[in-house]
């Protein structure tokens, strides 16, 4: 159906920046929004932000408004995180998720996760 692969996670410094990206392939015709999600240690799964495909609106977190931007480019089925002004907070596994509703999901497909560690 459709495959959905992370890169771009690491360690940085607090204040650094990362940039994530989220490829799409398959049968990703009906794929309506992407979801940015992420899980620290022994805490629950937190929504990062999202975006429509048509249209391209984003949404965001208060959490990370304002250092984070979500972009997306239709062409190449890819969504991005840009994480500017990094907090040691921001550490997490790093998920992308694909839905056929909505930035806030029901999600259909999942990455793999990718690791973003911030050191103080």
């Known amino acids: 159906q459709v495959q959905l692969v992370e890169s771009g996670g690491g360690l940085v410094q607090a204040g650094g920046s990362l940039r994530l990206s989220c490829a799409a392939s398959?049968?990703?015709?009906?794929?309506?929004?992407m979801g940015w999600l992420r899980q620290a240690p022994g805490k629950e799964r937190e929504f990062v932000g999202g975006?429509?495909?048509?249209?391209?609106?984003?949404y965001y977190a208060d959490s990370v408004k304002g250092r984070f931007t979500i972009s997306r480019d239709n062409a190449k089925n890819t969504v991005y995180l840009q994480m500017n002004s990094l907090k040691p907070e921001d550490t997490a596994v790093y998920y992308c998720?694909?839905?056929?509703?909505?930035?806030?999901?029901?999600?259909?497909?999942w990455g793999q996760g990718t690791q973003v560690t911030v050191s103080s």
């Open positions: 998720a694909g839905s056929l509703v909505g930035v806030r999901g029901p999600y259909s497909y």
């Open positions: 398959g049968r990703t015709f009906s794929m309506h929004a």
């Open positions: 975006v429509l495909w048509s249209g391209g609106t984003t």
